[in-house]
C-alpha cells in the first residue's frame, strides 16, 4: 500500500516562509496538497500531475504558494511564502488520480492515500 510522510511544518512569524514535503513510497499518478484549519472543513491548496508536472492551484493562493516535485525522490514540495495566521492548519498531502485531460483536482475525494499531516502555525 502506497505511503506518505510529509515533513517541514513548524511554526513561523507572519510573511516568512515554509517548504513542505511529501515523501511517496512508490510511484503515484497526482500529489495533492490539502489543509485543515480548526473547525473547518479540509480544502484543496494545490496539486501536480506527476507524468507532466501540470499544477493546478486555487485562485486565492496562486500566488503564495509553489508545488514542485522531484521525480527521482518520489518527492512533492509546497513551498508557502508571505505566510499569515490564518494559513496555520494541519498540511496533508495526497495521492490520487487524474482527470481525462491529465489535469489534477482539488477535491479530497480524488485522493485515495493520505499521509499523517504536518501542522503549520503562524504566530510571532
Known amino acids: 500500500q502506497l505511503q506518505l510522510v510529509e515533513s517541514g511544518g513548524g511554526l513561523v512569524q507572519p510573511g516568512g516562509s515554509l517548504r513542505l514535503s511529501c515523501a511517496a513510497s512508490g510511484p503515484t499518478n497526482a500529489i495533492g496538497w490539502f489543509r485543515q484549519a480548526p473547525g473547518k472543513e479540509r480544502e484543496g491548496v494545490s496539486c501536480i500531475s506527476i507524468s507532466s508536472g501540470s499544477t493546478h492551484s486555487t485562485d486565492s493562493e496562486k500566488g503564495r504558494f509553489t508545488i514542485s516535485k522531484d521525480n527521482a525522490k518520489n518527492t512533492?514540495?509546497?513551498?508557502?511564502?508571505?505566510?499569515?495566521?490564518?494559513?496555520?492548519?494541519?498540511?496533508?498531502?495526497a495521492a490520487g488520480v487524474l482527470g481525462v485531460l491529465g489535469r489534477c483536482f482539488l477535491s479530497p475525494s480524488a485522493y485515495d492515500y493520505w499521509g499523517q499531516g504536518t501542522q503549520v502555525t503562524v504566530s510571532s
Open 76 to 93: 512533492v514540495y509546497l513551498q508557502i511564502n508571505s505566510l499569515k495566521p490564518e494559513d496555520t492548519a494541519i498540511y496533508y498531502c
